[in-house]
C-alpha cells in the first residue's frame, strides 16, 4: 500500500485503520471501510495482519474485535474480510471468528 492508499483509511470517516502493538512495536494493523450494497451498508475488512513474530497471542483477533465494534457503531449489516486464494492462514482466521465463505472467484490470465 502506498502512503496514497494510507491516506484513504485515515482521512475519511467511512474508513478506519487499528494498529496493534506490543511493547510499544507496531505488530499488527487492520484496514476497514464501509460501502453500500444491496442490503444496506456493508463492512469490509480490506487487511487484518499480525506481523509472524507476535501470531498466536491474540493480537489478531482484537484487532478484528475493534475493528466489528467500528462497523457496528457505522450501522453496517454485516462485514466481508478478504483472504487471498492459498492463504489457509487467514481463511482459518476468519472462520474462527464466525465468518463463511460467499464467493470464491477465479481468474485466467489471457497473456
Known amino acids: 500500500m502506498s502512503g496514497d492508499d494510507a491516506g484513504e483509511y485515515l482521512f475519511r470517516a467511512d474508513r478506519s485503520a487499528w494498529a496493534g502493538t506490543l511493547d510499544g512495536w507496531v505488530a499488527g494493523m487492520a484496514l476497514c471501510r464501509v460501502e453500500d450494497g444491496p442490503d444496506g451498508l456493508g463492512g469490509v475488512l480490506d487487511a487484518c495482519f499480525v506481523e509472524e513474530e507476535a501470531r498466536e497471542l491474540g493480537l489478531g483477533h482484537l484487532l478484528l474485535k475493534s475493528s466489528l465494534a467500528w462497523f457496528a457503531s457505522q450501522g453496517c449489516s454485516g462485514v466481508d ?26 481468474h485466467r490470465s489471457l497473456e
Do not use: N, S
Open 81 to 106: 474480510g478478504i483472504a487471498h486464494p492459498g492463504d489457509r492462514e487467514a481463511k482459518q482466521f476468519f472462520e474462527g471468528a464466525g465468518f463463511t465463505a460467499r464467493l470464491l472467484v477465479m
